[in-house]
């Protein structure tokens, strides 16, 4: 059963009546652009087939009851008296957007509803911004405030960083706002202008989950959020995205060897990104897979966010014929890679894959082929962006 007929039926035995609105938000995978978003760079990331859904219908008062699938669990709120997270638990995601939208002036309604998700949880593929961006959604449509794609994802992030906590750039919430089918989207994560372009047309993208998870990928991530903030203060500009190669060039001495090659990943990279558009215009999967490529070893020697099972999923990968190019993707320290393959051999170079980690690592991978799917929508009933 697929997860909309599934929130739709569980909606049905617990309510008496069908929905009246289904919404889904996507989770995503960055084809590469990492860790230039908080540095106010580039990201090219895309919307997956994978995405949180809720089927709910408003309320008269301003309560929110929400009942979870996955978590076995049924939970409610007041939204004029929000509680704070305690440990952070996942009622707390649909708290947290109450908050942000509130605390935007959006006048809010209660609901009752059912959620459901397919974005696995804690391996880099952004369920948590499907989450809340489905929550956001949800709110959009029993309270009626426009949807604007960027203030969406601004807000959704804003209850993330502010409400849980956790520290992250504005990717993964743009992409799952903004996503295009068939489409790789670039952002630029300053002025959240996007650049939609097609994936090349020979290309399929699969995702490869190393089926490792690393502790202390928080403080790891705010250490690297640190290190750029103190690079680019030396270089004397807003962000790292303000200075030029050649600047960097001339003046990376002045820098200590490890800040220099924290600023020369989020440098180098924001150009791979950039170069990255012209191959994808281009229908050029070979010139991206190349990007790609580049991309990984950046990371994995400047920027110190791999993982020994990340550098053995993503060398097995490169060893194909059939890849144009692989990388990890998110925030690193274990989680997932992404790969570019050539369409007709993807089955067999998910296969093969599998193979080469089990022999390298003794663990078992889990690949997707994925296909670009739509942002966050309303799925029912068929309503305007
Ligand atoms: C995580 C964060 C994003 C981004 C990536 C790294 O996914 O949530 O904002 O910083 O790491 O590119």
């Given at each position: 059963m697929s997860l909309a007929s599934a929130v739709k039926a569980r909606f049905h035995t617990e309510f008496g009546e069908l929905p009246a609105f289904i919404v889904r938000a996507p989770g995503r995978v960055n084809l590469i652009g990492e860790h230039t978003d908080y540095n106010d760079g580039f990201v090219f990331p895309?919307?997956?087939d994978r995405a949180a859904w809720i089927a709910l219908r408003p309320r008269a008062d301003n309560r929110v009851l929400a009942i979870s699938i996955d978590m076995g669990d049924r939970r409610e709120f007041a939204l004029d008296d929000l509680p704070r997270p305690s440990t952070v638990d996942w009622i707390d995601y649909l708290i947290g957007v109450a908050w942000a939208l509130q605390g935007r002036g959006h006048a809010l309604r209660g609901w009752e509803g059912v959620l459901s998700g397919d974005v696995p949880i804690g391996s880099g593929l952004s369920s948590s911004a499907s989450l809340e961006l489905a929550t956001a959604r949800a709110f959009h449509a029993v309270s009626g405030f426009t949807w604007d794609a960027a203030a969406m994802a601004l807000a959704c992030q804003s209850a993330e960083n502010q409400w849980l906590g956790v520290n992250c750039g504005?990717?993964?919430q743009m992409i799952s706002a903004a996503g295009v089918q068939d489409r790789a989207l670039l952002i630029d994560c300053r002025s959240l202008e996007t650049y939609s372009a097609p994936l090349p047309p020979s290309a399929a993208v699969v995702i490869l989950d190393t089926n490792t998870r690393r502790g202390l990928v928080d403080s790891a991530y705010n250490q690297r959020r640190a290190q750029c903030e103190a690079a680019s203060r030396h270089f004397g500009v807003a962000a790292l995205r303000d200075v030029e190669r050649k600047t960097f060039e001339r003046r990376a001495d002045e820098l200590e060897p490890l800040m220099r090659r924290r600023a020369r990943h989020v440098i180098s990279e924001n150009k791979r990104t950039l170069r990255a558009r012209?191959?994808?215009d281009a229908g050029d999967a070979a010139a991206l897979g190349q990007l790609m490529v580049e991309s990984h070893i950046s990371l994995r020697d400047?920027?110190?966010?791999?993982?020994?099972?990340?550098?053995?999923?993503?060398?097995c990968a490169n060893a194909e014929a059939s890849c144009y190019g692989a990388r990890m993707t998110g925030a690193g320290f274990g989680g997932c890679a992404v790969a570019l393959v050539r369409a007709q051999s993807a089955g067999d170079f998910v296969e093969r894959v599998q193979a080469c980690y089990r022999a390298a690592t003794g663990n078992e991978a889990i690949l997707y082929i994925t296909a670009a799917s739509r942002g966050t929508e309303t799925v029912y009933p068929q309503a305007s962006n």
């Amino acid at each position: 059963m697929s997860l909309a007929s599934a929130v739709k039926a569980r909606f049905h035995t617990e309510f008496g009546e069908l929905p009246a609105f289904i919404v889904r938000a996507p989770g995503r995978v960055n084809l590469i652009g990492e860790h230039t978003d908080y540095n106010d760079g580039f990201v090219f990331p895309m919307a997956i087939d994978r995405a949180a859904w809720i089927a709910l219908r408003p309320r008269a008062d301003n309560r929110v009851l929400a009942i979870s699938i996955d978590m076995g669990d049924r939970r409610e709120f007041a939204l004029d008296d929000l509680p704070r997270p305690s440990t952070v638990d996942w009622i707390d995601y649909l708290i947290g957007v109450a908050w942000a939208l509130q605390g935007r002036g959006h006048a809010l309604r209660g609901w009752e509803g059912v959620l459901s998700g397919d974005v696995p949880i804690g391996s880099g593929l952004s369920s948590s911004a499907s989450l809340e961006l489905a929550t956001a959604r949800a709110f959009h449509a029993v309270s009626g405030f426009t949807w604007d794609a960027a203030a969406m994802a601004l807000a959704c992030q804003s209850a993330e960083n502010q409400w849980l906590g956790v520290n992250c750039g504005i990717m993964d919430q743009m992409i799952s706002a903004a996503g295009v089918q068939d489409r790789a989207l670039l952002i630029d994560c300053r002025s959240l202008e996007t650049y939609s372009a097609p994936l090349p047309p020979s290309a399929a993208v699969v995702i490869l989950d190393t089926n490792t998870r690393r502790g202390l990928v928080d403080s790891a991530y705010n250490q690297r959020r640190a290190q750029c903030e103190a690079a680019s203060r030396h270089f004397g500009v807003a962000a790292l995205r303000d200075v030029e190669r050649k600047t960097f060039e001339r003046r990376a001495d002045e820098l200590e060897p490890l800040m220099r090659r924290r600023a020369r990943h989020v440098i180098s990279e924001n150009k791979r990104t950039l170069r990255a558009r012209a191959a994808m215009d281009a229908g050029d999967a070979a010139a991206l897979g190349q990007l790609m490529v580049e991309s990984h070893i950046s990371l994995r020697d400047d920027f110190e966010v791999s993982s020994p099972a990340l550098d053995a999923i993503v060398d097995c990968a490169n060893a194909e014929a059939s890849c144009y190019g692989a990388r990890m993707t998110g925030a690193g320290f274990g989680g997932c890679a992404v790969a570019l393959v050539r369409a007709q051999s993807a089955g067999d170079f998910v296969e093969r894959v599998q193979a080469c980690y089990r022999a390298a690592t003794g663990n078992e991978a889990i690949l997707y082929i994925t296909a670009a799917s739509r942002g966050t929508e309303t799925v029912y009933p068929q309503a305007s962006n």
